[in-house]
């Protein structure tokens, strides 16, 4: 190669890269050292120096070098060492989903789209949520326009790599020439180099999110202290002092106690309205009971306590009293103690209701229907008088005067999202479409306040442990605090990304939890209005969250029926709860937290045993690996996907949704070829008393059709 | 290129009244409306899982727009969701099904009725983590104790050593249930109340949990009771109703139920002799032993492979009593014309002339025996005419070409009476024998008790017009075969106007396939004429 020609490609390459001057001063030096020999570097016989030097002229507006070069660095990490594929891999999501922006940056639109079809699949496992957003960017603008590009090109991805991966990386990089890749690798990751093994490839979840510049101030705010203890001189408190001396006259008469308690529990489920059913006698022996209520009260009061930041509402004294009654007559639940489950099933709704909840004590379950109405039923009533109009005739259930057995409340003029009960059960909080939240009352079934504030629809809003404050969230990004009394909020806080979804209250009353569209939830300060706490780990958006009644732990549920358990001190994934399949709607905790109840959108109940895996992560911390949780149980129910849950004080659970009505439930396809016949379908009702039968012939119209009643 | 291509957008332009739109232009917008439409899908999606659907609706899109700030869509929100047809030569194009509607329908057709309510019902889910079995709940797959047991045994495995025995729990209920049942099938006292507790089994859902105790039950009885014709009777009845209910999942104990079936086909004693209807129980049982087969022979490959090996053996043993013989004879024929025609139709011709004997009034002296060698021959002949019946209908539709497929389902239809007519020209041949064995040599004694006999054996199917005045009209014909003949040639006659077309049609079979063919002919010789009322209800459907 000629000296000549490598000044010919220095001087293109400066020139293309605007460095006009440069070029300038160049060409100067080469009129005045004309056959001179400059360079130490005997390049003229070294083939890669000038592959590399031409690869610098030639113009970087090829199109197809993206692909060539992506496509060439994904064979390369598919075939590597077993040992370090995983971290090597885990490098091609950015350069994949940078490469497209590259391309569509630079009005590519074309190759763009193919350069994206063609390699999606590998990407699709884990971030198949990114990718639909990513895949309608298609100009410049949309780039600019939309949140989640912008910040992915704003910031740096962080990724852990241990020191032989890297080295490998690097050498392949500088082996091949691929600058490109080599540019996209430099400019958009940010590679933190570890010596030793590289990890094993499950545990490291926060590799599958990619939020931008989160991963660095999630960090810094995780770093707050918090102070997750429960309040001073809580009801359980109290009951624990009373308990005490309870427990000593106890002792004597253990068993009549449990009979006494079985008793109540079927009072209780009387007063529910379905009295016809008897409940069996408590079997998980009441000797473990007894221990298992002494060991968690030791549990709890060796718990911190903390003093509450807001000024707690006072609670009258008969409220008092009925809660401390249920708190003493808790049902102990564990692994082998199961709750029992009253499912209330909304009929009719012609998928016109959003939300649905249950009163603490099960006796009210409300609807926010997106007609805008919201409707209360007093299960109490139902249960009294209307079981013989059930009887009578069970499509049409109304009282006996033919009127409507609910409480009809209107006011809202937008669908309602949510509709929630203060823990007393005298109001209903219901937040709507129409960007406001209305206070009823439940005992003048009229509507008392309407607060202003958000901006959008909002979509959640929760009363706090006490009553009387309460917590909003909205499409409008924010979350707000409340207070009954105010028409304008306390505290609004602003930091998630895309619509927060849903909101949940720890039970210090200190802090609430939100969970957000853009697949995070976060804990914030309700004193000060800070957010302490970013949990980064769900792959969809978050639905549902839960707090563990004692504090420490918080459940959230996400839209591919993910639930995840999180520690709030370390901010850390305790472990993942794999079994729903669909949307996890609704997430509880049983009264002392051994139990966690998640409904799904897959129509059943699941119930995990969260109170051996939190033991057991104690040990695992030395052990240094995490294994998953347990389901112990599953209840399925007919067609009804679940959608809310409440554990009632006595730890009898409730459970509501509305029931589906899919007209078919299935088709069966088969293949006869003979008379031209390409298929029939078989469809079937739900309730199996209507078929039909289709066969279809090769233009696919309708030959015959045969409909058995 | 993208979702939209430019023709999507020129299409829009030209139905806004934009004609001169250029396709830069067009090129531009597709990336940009495709873009739009993604975001407000994702706003969609967003109002969808907040009304807790997995189905995107016309209302979210609606909510999307709302969020956006920007005029819904007007006319899609009422009702369910869309349906969507392809469009016939598209590969993917697709258009609502919109139909035309005559206002004047509307207008004039009754209001609709008012949408029922929402309400709240209430169940229990679980109770203290045990689902209980009532119609609200999904029916259990299987059950569940053991493997809980089981379960806990694993994961306490350290902790805990003992060993929990499996212990299956009944509720109180489901015991009463049970001990009620029992009861009222040994009992026979009501038999009113029994079938409504056969209702009851054949339709409730949460019998579950019982399947094994009745398959016990009704192996015990069975093998206790076979001298108890009733008793048996209503245990297949029993079978029966656990087979028919949806919710029991009765595989795992087939096996179990098997062979008391089987005994109640087979068996060489079913109650008393004479005095029980024991042919009854065979029937009932075949059809139930066919019932098994149907549904379960495509799980259980060896089951009808193994059921019509023991038939076939007793069947083929010239040893076991004759009433044996006919109990395989029925279950073999009603395990479908294929069975027929491998194992019965190859052994007829050896097994009638065994027969012979027995049927010959003169030889053969006690009259019980050769009552049930009519009996067995009666069935021979049911099975024979059957196969023959099915392999001349299904014929004349094979060689065809391609028929039209509306003109097979007529044909199919037509061929649904013909079948009824032959059933009732079945059962007419089926009575004759014993007919004879009356007139002939049958004393006074026996009279009543062969009527009362075949009667009941012949509910399920529907009794000739003619039957009853053959009965009154004949009863002195001794020739059994001028009996079978004259309604042959009656029927004959009433076919003369299609004679030839049948003609044509039976010279194709015969051409078709020599084979059923040849069999039409060994059969004629070894039946005689009797064989003939089988063959021209085939021909009768032309006519018809």
Request: one cysteine or more; glycine letters at 6%.
């Amino acid at each position: 190669m000629d000296p000549e020609q490598v000044d010919e490609f220095v001087m293109g390459y400066l020139k293309k890269k605007g460095f006009n001057s440069a070029a300038k001063h160049l060409q100067e030096s080469l009129h005045n050292n004309n056959g001179s020999s400059f360079s130490s570097i005997d390049y003229p016989n070294d083939p890669e120096l000038t592959k590399l030097i031409r690869s610098f002229s030639q113009s970087e507006n090829d199109p197809s070098r993206y692909r060539e070069g992506y496509s060439k660095l994904r064979s390369w990490g598919y075939n590597s060492l077993d040992l370090y594929k995983h971290e090597l891999l885990r490098v091609m999501y950015p350069v994949f989903i940078h490469c497209y922006m590259d391309l569509v940056g630079k009005g590519h639109t074309q190759e763009a789209r193919s350069f994206f079809n063609s390699f999606r699949k590998d990407h699709e496992m884990v971030h198949l949520r990114d990718l639909q957003k990513l895949g309608g960017v298609l100009a410049p603008s949309h780039l600019q326009e939309m949140e989640f590009a912008r910040s992915l090109r704003q910031s740096k991805i962080n990724i852990k790599i241990c020191q032989y991966s890297y080295d490998l990386l690097i050498q392949y990089l500088h082996r091949t020439e691929s600058t490109l890749m080599l540019g996209i690798i430099n400019e958009h990751i940010n590679f933190q180099v570890y010596s030793g093994q590289p990890n094993s490839a499950s545990d490291d979840i926060e590799a599958v999110t990619i939020v931008g510049s989160f991963h660095e101030t999630a960090d810094h705010v995780n770093q707050k202290e918090i102070h997750w203890g429960l309040l001073e001189d809580s009801l359980e408190d109290r009951l624990e002092k009373t308990g005490g001396l309870l427990s000593d006259s106890e002792k004597g008469q253990g068993e009549s106690k449990a009979g006494d308690d079985s008793k109540k529990r079927s009072a209780e489920i009387g007063k529910q309205g379905s009295s016809t059913k008897k409940l069996k006698k408590d079997k998980a022996g009441t000797a473990t009971t007894k221990v298992a209520r002494q060991e968690t009260s030791t549990v709890l009061s060796s718990m911190p306590r903390v003093k509450p930041e807001l000024a707690m509402p006072v609670m009258s004294t008969d409220v008092e009293e009925s809660i401390l009654e249920d708190l003493r007559n808790r049902v102990q639940l564990s692994s082998v103690a199961m709750p029992s489950v009253s499912f209330y099933t909304f009929v009719n709704t012609h998928n016109g209701l959003n939300s649905s909840s249950i009163s603490h004590d099960g006796s009210l379950v409300a609807g926010g229907f997106s007609d805008s109405s919201i409707k209360v039923w007093d299960m109490a009533k139902i249960g009294q008088a209307g079981s013989c109009a059930l009887q009578d005739d069970n499509n049409q259930i109304v009282g006996k005067n033919g009127r409507r057995n609910y409480t009809l409340l209107v006011g809202h003029s937008g669908p309602v999202y949510s509709a929630t009960f203060s823990p007393p059960g005298d109001y209903v909080l219901s937040s709507s479409a129409d960007t406001t939240i209305r206070l009823w009352s439940t005992k003048l079934n009229a509507n008392l306040v309407c607060y202003k504030g958000h901006n959008h629809t909002v979509w959640d809003a929760q009363f706090s442990p006490f009553g009387h404050y309460f917590a909003s969230c909205s499409h409008d990004r924010t979350a707000r605090i409340w207070s009954m009394d105010r028409m304008q909020p306390l505290r609004m806080m602003a930091g998630h990304l895309s619509d927060v979804d849903c909101v949940q209250w720890h039970p210090n009353c200190n802090y609430i939890a939100t969970g957000s569209s853009d697949k995070t939830v976060r804990l914030w300060d309700v004193q000060t209005g800070e957010c302490v706490r970013i949990f980064i780990g769900h792959r969809s958006m978050v639905l549902s969250l839960a707090m563990s009644p004692d504090g420490r732990y918080m459940a959230s549920g996400d839209e591919d029926g993910t639930i995840m358990m999180w520690d709030l001190s370390t901010a850390r994934c305790i472990t993942p709860l794999m079994g729903h399949n669909s949307c996890v709607w609704t997430l509880s905790y049983s009264g002392e937290g051994s139990l966690l109840a998640s409904g799904s959108a897959d129509c059943t109940v699941k119930l995990w045993d969260v109170s051996s895996s939190t033991k057991l992560t104690k040990a695992e911390e030395k052990n240094g690996n995490s294994n998953r949780l347990r389901s112990i149980r599953t209840f399925p129910t007919k067609s009804t996907p679940v959608h809310a849950l409440r554990f009632s004080r006595r730890n009898l659970l409730f459970a509501a949704g509305a029931y589906y009505m899919s007209d078919t439930v299935g088709s069966i396809f088969l293949n006869f070829d003979r008379f031209g016949i390409m298929a029939v379908f078989v469809n079937m009702s739900r309730d199996l008393r209507r078929a039909t039968c289709d066969a279809i012939d090769r233009r696919s119209q309708i030959v015959v059709r045969f409909a058995v009643a | 290129m993208g979702i939209v291509p430019k023709e999507t957008i020129e299409v829009t332009a030209q139905s806004i009244g934009i004609t001169n739109l250029s396709p830069e232009a067009a090129l531009m917008l597709a990336p940009d409306v495709e873009y739009r439409v993604r975001e407000i899908m994702q706003e969609a999606i967003k109002c969808m899982r907040h009304s807790k659907r997995t189905t995107l609706t016309a209302s979210d899109v609606d909510g999307a727009l709302n969020l956006r700030s920007l005029e819904p869509s007007y006319g899609f929100a009422s009702g369910g969701p869309f349906r969507f047809r392809k469009a016939i030569g598209h590969q993917d194009l697709f258009y609502t099904d919109d139909r035309e509607v005559d206002f004047k329908d509307v207008i004039e057709s009754p209001l609709p009725k008012a949408p029922l309510d929402a309400g709240v019902v209430c169940h229990w889910l679980a109770i203290e983590g045990v689902q209980p079995a009532i119609p609200e709940n999904a029916t259990l797959e299987v059950i569940r104790a053991p493997a809980d047991n089981k379960i806990y045994e694993h994961k306490d495995g350290p902790l805990i050593d003992v060993r929990l025995p499996v212990k299956h729990v009944l509720s109180r209920e489901l015991q009463l249930y049970f001990q009620k049942i029992a009861e009222l099938t040994v009992s026979k006292s009501s038999p009113a109340l029994f079938k409504k507790a056969l209702v009851s089994l054949a339709s409730d859902s949460g019998l579950h949990p019982l399947v094994p105790y009745f398959t016990n039950f009704i192996a015990d009885e069975v093998s206790r009771g076979l001298n108890d014709f009733l008793l048996l009777f209503n245990l297949m009845h029993v079978v029966r109703s656990l087979l028919q209910n949806p919710h029991i999942h009765i595989e795992p104990y087939l096996h179990q139920l098997m062979p008391s079936i089987v005994t109640c086909l087979v068996s060489r004693k079913l109650g008393n002799r004479f005095a029980d209807n024991h042919w009854e129980l065979r029937d009932f049982t075949a059809n139930l032993v066919s019932l098994i087969c149907k549904r379960f022979g495509n799980t259980y490959i060896t089951l009808q492979s193994r059921l019509t090996k023991t038939l076939v053996n007793a069947f083929l043993d010239p040893k076991k009593a004759l009433t044996q013989h006919y109990g395989a004879i029925q279950g073999l024929s009603a395990l479908g014309h294929t069975v027929v025609r491998l194992l019965i139709l190859s052994n007829l011709e050896p097994y009638l002339s065994l027969l012979e004997p027995e049927l010959d009034a003169e030889k053969q002296k006690n009259q019980m025996k050769s009552y049930e060698a009519w009996r067995v021959y009666g069935a021979l002949l049911r099975a024979a005419g059957l196969c023959i019946h099915d392999r001349l209908k299904v014929f004349p539709n094979l060689p065809s070409p391609s028929p039209s497929f509306l003109h097979k389902g007529k044909g199919k239809i037509i061929n649904a009476e013909p079948r009824k007519r032959k059933l009732s020209a079945d059962s007419s041949e089926n009575q004759p024998p014993h007919k004879r064995l009356i007139t002939t040599d049958g004393p006074d004694v026996l009279r009543p008790h062969d009527h009362t006999g075949p009667a009941p054996m012949h509910v399920d199917k529907p009794i000739g017009n003619y039957n009853l005045p053959q009965n009154s009209a004949q009863p002195s014909s001794s020739e059994q075969a001028s009996d079978g003949e004259s309604r042959n040639g009656k029927e004959k006659e009433r076919g003369k106007s299609r004679a030839i077309t049948m003609k044509a049609i039976l010279g194709q079979i015969w051409k078709d396939d020599l084979d059923s063919g040849r069999l039409l002919v060994k059969l004629q010789q070894l039946y005689g004429d009797r064989i003939l009322p089988f063959i021209p209800s085939t021909e009768m459907s032309v006519f018809l």
